[in-house]
């Protein structure tokens, strides 16, 4: 099979990567591990939108035109919402898993991307000019060629398969992971304070274990549902390590033993849900942070902090830098004067490859910089800038010109 463009991961960024690629008129072909789109948004149930919207003052303004504006307004078309929802002294935008599915199906359509559901990259080499990837399908291999690769598999793979230079974070450092799950039947409960007193003295009391206290839930929007988050250390036996098969599969352990013995608190002890119940886990554990690119340029947390402008940004980074190093909750560092930082396209671009881009959580930038990177507003619009410039490549042309193609395509960011 011979395309154009692969895509591998059709998470946030993969997604945006891969429509944008298609619109501009390229054979796109998506690798994609789960039978569905979304990553982390679906498959982790990650259910806000952030990144979406400058920081400041004043009524929501869109950080970035094109692919995240899109999402936004058909996600608020799909839940039926009014608009995004100030939290604090940012806006985020809720999201429903199974919207997001949906929505991916309808633009991979829409725009003619060949996905390839239930595949998973395995390895990639160069081929004359273009790329050859192999992908295994339940055991069939299946040999794919490009001219032009995106990696937005959130974990930097590519990188890792074509042994090229990438960077991780020192286990102890690294952002948490964290276990989110659907809970259902439970009606006109507790909230807030009132819920968290009771884990609190469930945990006194050793009914709960003590991981119990970085529970928190939030409704879906959909009537008796709601989500449970629970940030996890990673590290129930020796170091966290997000790409280790051993620890992912404790962590996915404990997540479930955490979420249902809180449930099951929770019915005994709290108004409104005694009918409640675990409804669905999610397909896999949340990971914030794993294995990252090294590029041409590497966004640092000093150039997020201060609000820093590049000459060929390609997207705008508007989240505040959100550490979650330990359980105890998000540590938040709000850039100078709310001020959205630039990415560059050299965060894009492999330091020492031409024809390969980085998109998403994976892109080159440092620990400080990815704790703002990260979030999916952030991920779509990075996706689309890698779209853009992977078809460039695949052209034979300069891809300094993705700039102004993303300029004559949807105008300039803010
Ligand atoms: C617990 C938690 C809470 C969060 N909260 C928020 C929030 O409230 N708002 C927000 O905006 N962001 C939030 N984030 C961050 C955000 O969800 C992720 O950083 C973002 O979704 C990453 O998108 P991505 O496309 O880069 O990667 P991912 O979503 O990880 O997608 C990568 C895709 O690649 C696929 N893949 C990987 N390797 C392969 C392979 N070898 N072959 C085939 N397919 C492969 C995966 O299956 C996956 O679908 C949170 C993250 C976590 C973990």
């Keep these: 099979m011979t395309a154009d463009v692969i895509v591998l991961g059709a998470g946030s960024a993969g997604l945006a990567a891969a429509v944008t690629a298609a619109r501009e008129g390229a054979k796109v072909v998506v690798l994609e591990r789960h039978g569905f789109a979304g990553g982390m948004g679906t498959a982790s149930l990650v259910h806000t939108f952030c990144g979406l919207y400058l920081l400041g003052e004043g009524p929501p303004r869109l950080a970035n035109p094109g692919f995240p504006a899109e999402m936004a307004e058909r996600m608020l078309r799909a839940t039926g919402d009014d608009g995004p929802v100030r939290m604090g002294r940012v806006w985020v935008l809720r999201q429903h898993p199974v919207e ?86 439970v009606v006109e409960a507790e909230e807030g304070l009132a819920l968290a007193g009771r884990i609190v003295d469930g945990v006194r009391r050793g009914e709960l274990p003590k991981e119990a206290l970085g529970l928190h839930f939030r409704s879906s929007g959909r009537a008796g549902e709601i989500f449970g988050s629970i940030d996890l250390s990673g590290a129930e036996e020796g170091d966290y390590d997000p790409l280790d ?34 409804s669905h886990w999610p397909v896999r554990a949340g990971v914030r942070e794993s294995r990252r690119w090294i590029g041409r340029h590497v966004l640092s947390e000093a150039e997020v902090l201060a609000g820093t402008r590049h000459a060929d940004d390609i997207a705008l980074a508007a989240w505040p830098l959100e550490f979650r190093e330990t359980t105890r909750g998000p540590k938040l560092r709000f850039p100078e004067e709310d001020r959205a930082a630039g990415i560059p396209l050299g965060c894009l ?18 620990h400080g910089a990815q704790a703002s990177l990260r979030v999916m507003g952030t991920c779509f619009a990075t996706g689309q800038a890698a779209g853009v410039a992977a078809v460039l490549a695949a052209r034979g042309e300069a891809v300094e010109g993705t700039l102004l193609r993303l300029r004559e395509l949807h105008g300039s960011p803010e």
């Design 245 to 278: 098969a051993g620890c992912l599969s404790r962590l996915e352990v404990r997540g479930r033993q955490v979420a249902s013995a809180a449930v099951d608190f929770l019915k005994r002890e709290a108004a409104g849900w005694a009918a409640a119940y675990v």
């Design 349 to 366: 671009m492999p330091r020492d490859l031409d024809g390969v881009f980085a998109a998403g959580r994976c892109l080159s930038c440092d």
């Design 100 to 185: 997001f599915v949906r929505i991916a199906d309808e633009l991979f359509r829409e725009s003619g991307v060949e996905v390839l559901f239930h595949s998973e990259a395995l390895r990639a080499e160069r081929d004359g000019d273009g790329w050859t990837v192999e992908a295994v399908c339940r055991g069939q291999r299946k040999v794919l060629k490009a001219k032009a690769l995106v990696d937005a598999s959130g974990d930097a793979v590519l990188a890792d398969l074509l042994g090229a230079a990438a960077e991780r974070t020192e286990s102890a450092l690294l952002q948490r992971p964290a276990y989110v799950f659907g809970v259902q039947g």
